[in-house]
């Protein structure tokens, strides 16, 4: 499996934006997606974004479509996360997911996952 740190993470006014970073190494998927989710307390863990490895394809999470934008550079083996006209509801650990099957939203369908990075969003 692949392993990942995620980077970025903090607090920010509502409105505001945040970046977040996920580096990869060990084993990559390079025809498997690569994504995000979060978590906050109390909630299941949810799908947020996700892209093609190849293609740069990405799809979103309703929720935070227009608002959020996901990339990759597979030369440096990075995925990002910008985040932006954030809302107290986005408050969440955000984790980066690899190994994933394009087009799936469901946790069950991604075989790595990063320790997690917190996101905290104040009214």
């Known amino acids: 499996q692949v392993q990942l740190a995620e980077s970025g993470g903090g607090l920010v006014q509502a409105g505001g934006s945040l970046i977040l970073s996920c580096a990869a190494s060990?084993?990559?998927?390079?025809?498997?997606?690569m994504g995000w989710f979060r978590q906050a307390p109390g909630k299941e863990r949810e799908f947020v974004a996700a892209?093609?490895?190849?293609?740069?394809?990405?799809y979103y999470a309703d929720s935070v479509r227009g608002r959020f934008t996901i990339s990759r550079d597979n030369a440096k083996n990075t995925v990002l996360l910008q985040m932006h006209s954030l809302k107290p509801e986005d408050t969440a650990v955000y984790y980066c997911?690899?190994?994933?099957?394009?087009?799936?939203?469901?946790?069950?369908?991604?075989?790595?996952w990063g320790q997690g990075t917190q996101v905290s969003v104040s009214a």
């Open positions: 060990g084993h990559t998927f390079s025809r498997s997606a």
């Open positions: 997911a690899a190994g994933g099957t394009y087009g799936s939203r469901s946790t069950d369908d991604w075989e790595s």
């Open positions: 892209i093609s490895w190849s293609g740069n394809l990405p």
